[in-house]
């Protein structure tokens, strides 16, 4: 399984995100371009030590993450979205799924959303527009876990 993040541009989310992949020995995809430098203080405070052991796989655009992608055709991109019709907890998710998330003020692109296989999200209470990201991965990704767990 992995996680990508669509252009992340928040350091502390994306450390966070980068420390609980490292964790749970998920490789981390990063879709550049970011809001911030890797070198950025704050994303190396939230990442911590984690750096050194995570498996990060950094893409210079959406483009060159598809073609990564494509080469290991079995895997299906699954997007966390507000706009998604199904409930995250109602998924069939598989071990080899890539679970995307958009950045933090922007979501992802029509361009994304129309390349993804499945789009799902995280039922919330009226008026609440969305969670932090890295809650909302951690949400998605221990259930995805839990699903595909031998």
Not at 88 to 116: I, M
Request: hydrophobic share 45%.
């Amino acid at each position: 399984m992995h996680l990508a993040l669509y252009q992340p541009d928040i350091p502390q989310n994306t450390g966070t995100l980068l420390r609980t992949c490292a964790c749970l020995d998920i490789t981390l995809d990063i879709i550049e371009p970011c809001g911030f430098v890797f070198s950025d203080r704050h994303f190396k405070r939230s990442g911590m030590d984690y750096i050194e052991i995570a498996d990060i796989v950094r893409h210079v655009s959406w483009q060159d993450f598809q073609v990564h992608h494509q080469v290991d055709h079995h895997r299906r991109l699954v997007l966390l979205t507000t706009r998604g019709a199904e409930a995250y907890t109602d998924f069939c998710f598989r071990d080899t799924d890539v679970l995307v998330l958009g950045s933090e003020s922007a979501g992802v692109p029509g361009e994304v959303h129309d390349a993804v296989d499945a789009r799902v999200t995280i039922p919330m209470a009226g008026g609440a527009r969305s969670l932090n990201i890295a809650v909302a991965a951690a949400m998605v990704l221990g259930e995805a876990l839990r699903q595909t767990a031998p």
